[in-house]
């Protein structure tokens, strides 16, 4: 038979499994770089560029296309490491309070 107050409970537990979850994952940080290491970004758990370092031989107002697609790539790099490293964070975090449902992907919940 359903027991309703079990679920309550579990749904509680769950919520605050998540909110904990997300504040780890707002701490996390994950760099990406591109043209052999030459510009580097670093991005926070919630996606944020918080630090972009770029070799000055890159800075020649002739490369500055070159630079700009140097840039890009290393911050879709960082924002994908970030993006696997939340996941899995969020899947520890909250391992043992639901069961484990095919398909369901926690890393969706706003992260």
Do not use: H, R
């Amino acid at each position: 038979m359903f027991d309703m107050m079990k679920m309550m409970g579990k749904l509680g537990e769950m919520k605050q499994k998540m909110a904990e979850a997300q504040e780890k994952v707002a701490q996390l940080k994950a760099s990406g770089e591109s043209g052999a290491g030459m510009v580097k970004a670093t991005v926070t758990g919630q996606k944020k560029l918080v630090a972009l370092e770029i070799d000055p031989s890159l800075l020649n107002p002739a490369d500055a296309t070159m630079l700009k697609d140097l840039i890009i790539a290393a911050v879709n790099a960082a924002q994908a490491e970030v993006e696997v490293l939340a996941k899995e964070e969020m899947k520890k975090s909250t391992e043992g309070v639901l069961p484990n449902i095919p398909g369901l992907d926690l890393g969706a919940l706003g992260l």
